[in-house]
C-alpha cells in the first residue's frame, strides 16, 4: 500500500509493507533501533532467563545502558551502570564528541554481571579500561564503582576459562590475564592479527567443541566493516584463521543495512544460537544514516567441531523459532519502541531513558515544582548547544533529551511558561547529534524594529530555525540552511507553545509551531536534510531528541517550564522505503 504525505511543499510517497511473523520464526531489525551500538548480548539462564544488551554509550549520562528481554524482540531499559558522576568523572572534561564510554562488553558469571568498558578521551588516545558488577541488573544504583586499570587499546572483553583464570582480549589483538579484585594484569600479547589485519577491534572468546574460538570485527566500523573468526586448541595461540573469512559482512552489496559487524554469539534457552551485531541503515551510499549504528539480530548454526554460520543481516528475518513474545519483564524502565507520552506529574521523576550530553549543570531540571505542576522546570546554561570545532572547553548544556528509535517520528513538547528578561534568552527543542550538528527551534527574545523611549530597541519573543553544522569535518552536508526567524503571534501568548520535531521522510527533519490552543495549525519554520545529523563528527553515534535553554553567552537566568512531552514513532524503514510498523500521521 502507498500513502502520499504532505508537509512545507514537499511531497514524499512511501511504500509500506505489513510483516506478519511465521510460525513466530520471523522478525525484522534492528532490534534495538536507533543509537544502539557496539552491542554486547548474553542470555542468562540461571535465576534470570532473560536475554540482556548493552550498547555504547560515549558522552551520554546516565550511561552504559543494559536491556533486557525474554523473547528477543520486546527489550526493556533495566538499567545504566554508569549512573553516578564519580563513576567517571572523566567525562565532564571530554572536549572530543566522540570520546567517552565505548564497547560495552556485558558478561554473567558466578551469579555476578560484569560490564568492561573502555574511556578514551580519542585525542590524546590514552585509553582506560573500567569494570563495574551488580547481582541486580534492574537498578543503577546497585552497579558497583568501576575497578579502573590501563588499557593498551579500545574494545576490553572478559573470558573465563575451565582452571578459573580470567583473561582480557582486546583491540590489537591482545590477551592478557588480569585479577577481577585488584586489577593486577599479566603480560600483554597479540594473539591473532586477524584475516585482513586492517583494524582488528571487538575480540570475542568462545570455548567449544575442545576449541577456543576467537571472533573479531575488522575494516573499520563503516563500510568495511565485516567480522572474522580464528580457531586453537590453546589459548594463547596459534589461532587458525577460518577459510570461509569473513564470516558476516554486507560489505561491497547493496543491502540497506550496512556496516555490519562488532557480533556478539550466545544461545538461548534452547540451545539455538544467535548472534547480535551493529549496523547502519545507509545503503552504500553510507550517506544519510542520522540514527547512526544500531542493534541487529541474526540466527546462527554452529554445528559440533565446526565453524559457526552466520546468516547475513536484512531488515525481515527468519530463523529458529523465537521464545514466546511477552512484555512481562523485570525492570521500571521503557521498552525501546514505546511512545513517550510524559506529563511530569507531582511526585514523578526524569524518566529512566533521558540523556544528558555530559553531567548537566546543577539543579538545571526539576520535576512539578512548586506552583507549577506537571511541568519540567529548566534553568538555563551559559552556553548554547553549538561548540567551537575542535572543542576546547567543556560548557555544561541544559540539555535533556532521548534517542530517536524510528525512522519517521513525530515530537512535540509544549512550553508553558517563559518570561525572559534579556535578549537572547531562549527555550526550545532539537535534533541533536552532537555540538557541532543539530537542529534547534526556539523561543527566544530578540530585538523588534520598534523603539522604546531611551531609543532602545524593543524586545519581544521570536521563533528561530537554525542549523548548526559546522564546516571541514568531513560531515555528510556541505550546503547551508537559511536561520529563520519570525515574530511570536500575539494571539500565542495566552497558552503554552507547541513545538514540533519531526522526521516526515528518511532524508528530512521538519521543525515547526503552533499554539496549544489550535495545534492543528502549525506555523512551518524550516526543513533540514538529515544528512546534516549523519558522519562528520557524531559518525559513532546518533540522533537524540529534547529539549534545551540557554541564553547563548549572556547573563539571563529566567526560568521555563516545559510539559506534554510527546514522542511517537510513525514508520521503520527496514529496506529502502518498506516501513514496518505502520500507523498514519
Given at each position: 500500500m502507498y500513502f502520499l504525505q504532505a508537509f512545507s511543499g514537499i511531497a514524499v510517497i512511501l511504500s509500506v509493507v505489513v510483516l506478519a511473523t511465521n510460525q513466530n520464526s520471523t522478525y525484522t531489525n534492528p532490534i534495538l533501533p536507533g543509537w544502539h551500538s557496539d552491542p554486547s548480548c548474553i542470555f542468562v539462564a540461571a535465576e534470570h532467563n532473560s536475554f540482556f544488551c548493552a550498547t555504547s554509550s560515549f558522552l551520554t549520562f546516565p550511561g552504559m545502558p543494559i536491556y533486557n528481554s525474554k523473547d528477543l524482540l520486546n527489550w526493556r531499559l533495566a538499567s545504566h551502570v554508569f549512573s553516578r558522576p564519580s563513576q567517571v568523572p572523566q567525562i565532564a572534561n571530554t572536549t572530543v564528541q566522540n570520546g567517552g564510554l565505548w564497547a560495552t562488553t556485558l558478561r554473567y558469571h558466578d551469579g555476578l554481571f560484569y560490564a568492561i568498558v573502555s574511556y578514551t578521551p580519542q585525542s590524546p588516545f590514552v585509553v582506560t579500561g573500567f569494570i563495574f558488577t551488580t547481582t541486580d541488573p534492574y537498578d543503577d544504583s546497585a552497579w558497583s564503582d568501576p575497578l579502573v586499570f590501563p588499557l593498551i587499546d579500545i574494545d576490553p572483553n572478559l573470558f573465563w576459562d575451565d582452571d578459573g583464570t580470567t583473561y582480557l582480549q582486546f583491540s590489537g589483538i591482545h590477551q592478557q590475564t588480569i585479577d577481577l579484585k585488584t586489577a593486577a594484569l599479566g603480560p600483554a600479547t597479540i594473539i591473532w592479527t586477524g584475516f585482513t589485519e586492517f583494524i582488528p577491534e571487538g575480540p570475542r572468546m568462545y570455548k567449544k567443541d575442545g576449541y577456543y574460538y576467537l571472533m573479531i570485527a575488522e575494516g573499520g566500523t563503516e563500510l568495511g566493516h565485516h567480522e572474522a573468526i580464528a580457531r586453537s586448541k590453546n589459548i594463547s595461540g596459534p589461532y587458525e584463521g577460518y577459510s570461509g573469512n569473513p564470516i558476516l559482512t554486507n560489505t561491497n552489496t547493496s543491502e540497506y543495512f550496512q556496516t555490519v559487524g562488532h557480533a556478539e554469539l550466545f544461545q538461548d534457552a534452547s540451545g539455538n544460537w544467535w548472534g547480535s551485531a551493529l549496523a547502519t541503515r545507509s545503503g552504500p551510499a553510507f550517506e544519510n544514516y542520522p540514527m547512526g549504528r544500531e542493534t541487529v539480530l541474526f540466527p546462527v548454526t554452529w554445528n559440533e567441531g565446526e565453524w559457526p554460520v552466520l546468516q547475513p543481516v536484512r531488515g525481515q528475518m527468519s530463523g529458529w523459532s523465537l521464545p514466546p513474545q511477552t512484555r512481562a519483564i523485570s525492570g521500571s524502565g521503557p521498552f525501546v519502541e514505546d511512545p513517550d507520552i510524559i506529563d511530569f506529574s507531582p511526585g514523578s521523576t526524569i524518566p529512566p531513558h533521558f540523556l544528558y550530553w555530559r553531567f548537566p549543570p546543577k539543579d538545571a531540571f526539576a520535576v512539578s515544582t512548586d506552583g507549577h505542576p506537571n511541568t519540567l522546570r529548566l534553568r538555563p546554561s551559559k552556553s548554547n548547544l553549538t561548540s567551537s570545532a575542535p572543542l576546547t572547553t567543556t560548557p555544561e548544556l541544559s540539555l535533556i533529551m532521548r534517542v530517536q528509535t524510528d525512522t519517521l517520528f513525530s515530537f512535540s513538547i509544549d512550553v508553558v511558561e517563559f518570561k525572559p528578561k534579556l535578549q537572547e534568552e531562549e527555550v526550545g527543542v532539537t535534533a541533536f547529534l552532537t555540538q557541532t550538528q543539530h537542529l534547534d527551534l526556539g523561543i527566544v527574545l530578540l530585538p523588534t524594529s520598534d523603539l522604546d523611549?531611551?531609543?532602545?530597541?524593543?524586545?519581544?519573543?521570536?521563533?528561530?530555525?537554525?542549523?548548526?553544522?559546522?564546516?571541514?569535518?568531513?560531515?555528510?552536508?556541505?550546503?547551508?540552511?537559511?536561520?529563520?526567524?519570525?515574530?511570536l503571534p500575539e494571539k500565542w501568548l495566552?497558552?503554552?507553545?507547541?513545538?514540533?520535531?519531526?522526521?516526515?521522510?528518511?532524508?528530512?527533519?521538519?521543525?515547526?509551531?503552533?499554539?496549544?490552543?489550535?495545534?492543528?495549525?502549525?506555523?512551518?519554520?524550516?526543513?533540514?536534510?538529515?544528512?546534516?545529523?549523519?558522519?562528520?563528527?557524531?559518525?559513532f553515534t546518533g540522533t537524540l531528541v529534547g529539549v534545551y535553554a540557554t541564553s547563548n553567552g549572556g547573563s539571563g537566568l529566567t526560568?521555563?517550564?516545559?510539559g506534554r512531552w510527546r514522542y511517537q514513532g510513525k514508520g521503520q524503514d527496514i529496506n529502502y522505503g518498506k516501513f514496518v510498523p505502520y500507523s498514519p500521521f
Open positions: 523611549p531611551d531609543g532602545q530597541a524593543k524586545l519581544a519573543l521570536h521563533l528561530r530555525f537554525r542549523v548548526t553544522n559546522v564546516p571541514d569535518l568531513t560531515g555528510n552536508f556541505n550546503g547551508t540552511v537559511p536561520t529563520v526567524i519570525k515574530a495566552n497558552a503554552p507553545i507547541r513545538l514540533h520535531v519531526d522526521a516526515f521522510n528518511e532524508t528530512h527533519y521538519a521543525l515547526s509551531a503552533a499554539s496549544s490552543n489550535e495545534p492543528w495549525e502549525l506555523k512551518p519554520m524550516g526543513v533540514a536534510p538529515a544528512t546534516i545529523l549523519s558522519g562528520g563528527d557524531g559518525r526560568e521555563s517550564y516545559v
